[in-house]
Structure formats: C-alpha cells, structure tokens
C-alpha cells in the first residue's frame, strides 16, 4: 500500500509531478505538488498542484474547464519525481495548445531546430477547423489563427453562477464562495498586484496571463455581490459620451 513518508519533497515541502496523457503517451506539463495536494488528487481523481506563486492550492481546470482525470500515479527510483497519467479534457497548457512542451531545442526530424510554439499552434488551430465551422460566428472575431467568442466574459460570469448555486466538490471557485468576501477581495488585490508586477517587467506573456486571472477574479467578486456585468457595461457606455 502506498506511503506518502516514501516520497522525497523538496525543502519547500514540493515535488515535481510530470502529467502525462494516458491514451498517446504525450507529456502535458509539469507542476509541483506538495503532501495536501496529493491527497486531494488522490481523493478527489482530479490533478491538485501548488501554485508557487500565488502560495496556494490549485485544482487544474476548475476554470477553464480543462480538467485533468487521474488514470494511475506513479514515483521514481528516488521517490523525488511523480508521474501522474490522466485523461485530459481540452488543452493542458494556458496558451491554447495541448501541451506545454512545444518549444523545440532539437530535433532529427527537423532540419532548423529553436522552433517556437506556432507549428503547434498552427496544427492546434486546424484540428478545431470543423469544430468551429459548425458554431455562429456572428459572436466572434478572428486575431491572426485564433477564433475569439467576444461573448466569453458573459458565459464565464454564468458559470460561475450555476457553480455558486451548485457548489462541486474540489472547485475551486466554490472554495473562494465558501470562503467569503474577505478572501474573493483578497485574490483581487493579489492578482492586481501581479497584472502590476507583469506589465513593470515587460512581459506580455505574463500580463496576458495575469489579466486572465485578474479577470476572473473579478467575475467571482461581482457575482458575490449579485452585480450583473450588464451593468458595468451601462457604465462604461456611460464614459464613452
């Protein structure tokens, strides 16, 4: 029977888990886990990770839906590596692509190495191809191979209201519910100061990222208080006279 004691975590109580898709066999991303979020990973057979920056838990796609079903755990010879193979549901990494691994250092099949994520991107882009030729696209708008639903804050703000009114186990937006005002009002202020920290150091990738977050936090904080985006929206048209 399994031992957590025989795992190696690091100084910091964190152990790297590699997550691998069960079905080809392609390597998903990496995170850190420590001993809590392995337990709920176990108990809940979805992936739970440490957030090093944010110093706390986090259950992958409890917002974007992008949830990742444990098929079995395993450790390495030195019990300082696990191996989590799931079954991935949509794309594992925040950029809109499968994998997080797509930036190429070498490769014999290619005769230019250093490739960054577009070839992936670009493939990513035209297996969804059919998908997206079956919706309306009076609600979205094209920014170079990427479809955006213009309407996306309106379907994440009413998620999580039915996720409000029908708490799930193991989400993490029912947690901050459960928590409260403080909290939700907490995680603004945090993600505010990390859009801030993003766009100081210049980095688009990261404030693209940390906006999301910001964002979403929001969402969370106007459901809280049972204010409809309608209304933000009358406001700012209200500025634009």
């Known amino acids: 029977m399994f031992n957590i004691d025989e795992l190696k975590f690091d100084d910091k109580g964190l152990i790297p888990a590699i997550i691998q898709e069960n079905s080809t066999g392609e ?8 001993r809590e979020s392995l337990l709920k990973t176990l108990e809940t057979r979805n992936t739970w990770f440490w957030s090093r920056s944010r110093q706390e838990l986090w259950n992958k796609g409890a917002t974007s839906g992008n949830l990742q079903k444990i098929e079995s755990i395993t450790y390495d010879c030195d019990g300082d590596t696990l191996l989590v193979k799931v079954q991935q549901k949509g794309n594992a990494c925040h950029t809109g692509v499968k994998s997080c691994f797509f930036n190429e250092v070498f490769s014999e099949n290619n005769e230019t190495n250093g490739n960054n994520r577009n070839d992936e991107k670009n493939r990513t882009d035209e297996e969804n191809t059919n998908n997206e030729k079956s919706k309306n696209d009076v609600n979205n708008i094209n920014t170079e191979n990427n479809k955006i639903d213009i309407n996306i804050l309106e379907k994440l703000y009413d ?28 995680k603004v202020g945090e993600e505010s ?25 929001l969402l969370v904080l ?20």
Do not use: C, W
């Open 222 to 241: 106007l459901n809280e208080r049972e204010i409809k985006l309608e209304e933000v929206y009358l406001e700012l048209e209200k500025r634009m006279k």
């Open 193 to 217: 100061a990390e859009v801030i920290i993003a766009a100081k150091n210049n980095d688009s990738k990261e404030l693209v990222s940390e906006t999301s977050d910001l964002l979403y936090h």
């Open 159 to 186: 998620v999580l209201s039915q996720r409000k009114a029908n708490p799930k186990e193991g989400s993490y937006t029912n947690y901050l519910f459960q928590q409260g005002i403080n909290k939700i009002l907490k």
């Open 27 to 34: 390597v998903l991303m990496m995170a850190y886990m420590n």
